[in-house]
């Protein structure tokens, strides 16, 4: 059984004065996904946010590979893929440009047959050459799992991925990152539904203040 690659040591949050959650302790081995549970408001997207590197540590401390994201910012980023509520594409380009833009910046190079194939398998076929801005709602999302899919990030964090989609697009996601797991990728999420992730079960982990 591989090692844990990344760890919450006595991790804590608060907001406006008041602690959201505190002394949050729990590592998570490759092939491996942390559902983030918690009443409304208990801090999970901060927690997600402080994983990103979008919000500081407030207290305790996140080891990637044991050593804490905050010492290797750069090296971390390139292993992270972030997919929030927002679907975090360029409205003014096209859905192409927008794959090729997300792996570039991470040194990959997407060739046009990857691309078709992966906009097919999404259920967005020919729409490469449109901007993003004339999508639907479900499109864009749908797009942004393509993105996702061709990430080679190890780490996924996702914040309420399930929100607003249809049975056919959850089996997608789903899918999606039992595949991800299978490679020996990690996948934290927060979700107000109950999912399944293959035959992986779910690792918990309920926020409390």
């Known amino acids: 059984m591989p090692g844990p690659i990344l760890a919450f040591n006595d991790l804590g ?27 409304n408001g208990i801090g999970k997207t901060s927690l997600l946010r402080m994983l990103c590197g979008l919000s500081p540590i407030e207290s305790g401390d996140i080891l990637w590979e044991g050593r804490s994201i905050r010492a290797q910012r750069d090296a971390f980023q390139q292993d992270l893929c972030y997919l929030g509520h927002l679907n975090g594409l360029q409205e003014s380009m096209t859905v192409r440009e927008n794959l090729a833009f997300a792996t570039a910046l991470r040194g990959h190079a997407c060739d046009a047959k990857t691309v078709s194939v992966t906009l097919a398998r999404f259920g967005v076929a020919g729409r490469g ?43 997608m996601l789903s899918d ?7 490679s020996g990728g990690i996948t934290v999420l927060t979700s107000h539904q109950s999912v399944g992730i293959g035959t992986v079960p779910a690792q918990p982990l309920e926020l409390r203040a």
């Open 176 to 182: 999606l990152i039992a595949q991800h797991l299978a």
């Open 129 to 171: 050459e449109q901007l993003v801005r004339h999508l639907s709602q479900g499109q864009k999302r749908r797009v942004a799992l393509a993105r996702l899919s061709l990430s080679p990030a190890r780490l996924w964090v996702l914040d309420e991925p399930f929100v607003a989609m249809d049975d056919t697009g959850i089996r």
């Open 13 to 39: 949050c608060s907001k406006g004065g008041r602690q959201l959650f505190q002394g949050v302790n729990c590592t998570v081995q490759c092939g491996r996904w942390l559902h983030v549970m918690g009443a």
